[in-house]
């Protein structure tokens, strides 16, 4: 959507919003692993549906990543402001608005944001970027890396976390943040990662994300 001028836009078009994370992906994947992949499947979302792609939420709620350089986080307070305003804003234009969701830790704010905007009368739903996987860094994340943007990958420095079940490690994740439980920052096992089972991955996600609307 930045790209073209405002004459350029239909009357009440489609408008997908990538909401991401700036935070630590271990230390084989770049920061703006969760950017890469909402905007990814917003893209695919707007090819199937006609519609319009904003450019990217790139700071998210990231509280549990601080203690990592390189994570920027807003909080979930300020994202929900953020989003409120953005959708206001897109909607004296905009026919519908989909938010995408990238970052678990957005959750609270994406939700909480869609129900007072759709209270208020916009035309405005959200989806997350859902497939079964691991928690954070791992074979997934690290599949779709290799699969989306090859390039920013460092494969060698790939290594294993934690990979004890995340039902188990919330506690912890909640008391004192990812480093406590996975001092690498990676949670789950990027070793075996591969761009074959990212191409796989991504497929499911956007069918997963379709079906949802």
Do not use: K
Not at 76 to 82: G, N, Q
């Amino acid at each position: 959507m930045a790209e073209v001028t405002w004459t350029e836009l239909p009357e009440r078009p489609l408008v997908l919003v990538p909401v991401g994370s700036t935070e630590q992906h271990g230390p084989h994947l770049p920061l703006e692993t969760d950017t890469l992949i909402a905007t990814a499947v917003a893209h695919e979302l707007a090819g199937l549906l006609n519609g319009y792609v904003a450019p990217a939420l790139s700071i998210g709620a990231s509280g549990e990543h601080q203690g990592f350089p390189g994570v920027l986080s807003i909080g979930t307070e300020a994202l929900h402001i953020v989003l409120v305003e953005l959708v206001r804003s897109l909607s004296l234009w905009a026919g519908h608005v989909l938010v995408i969701n990238g970052h678990g830790g957005n959750l609270d704010a994406v939700r909480s944001a869609s129900e007072q905007l759709q209270q208020e009368g916009h035309h405005v739903d959200w989806i997350p970027c859902a497939v079964q996987c691991d928690a954070h860094a791992g074979h997934t994340e690290t599949s779709l890396l290799l699969h989306l943007a090859p390039w920013l990958v460092r494969p060698t420095l790939a290594a294993v976390g934690n990979t004890r079940p995340v039902t188990e490690l919330l506690p912890a994740l909640r008391a004192n943040g990812v480093r406590a439980v996975a001092p690498n920052g990676v949670l789950g096992d990027p070793t075996r990662a591969t761009a074959a089972a990212g191409a796989a991955l991504f497929r499911q996600m956007v069918e997963t994300a379709r079906r949802g609307l």
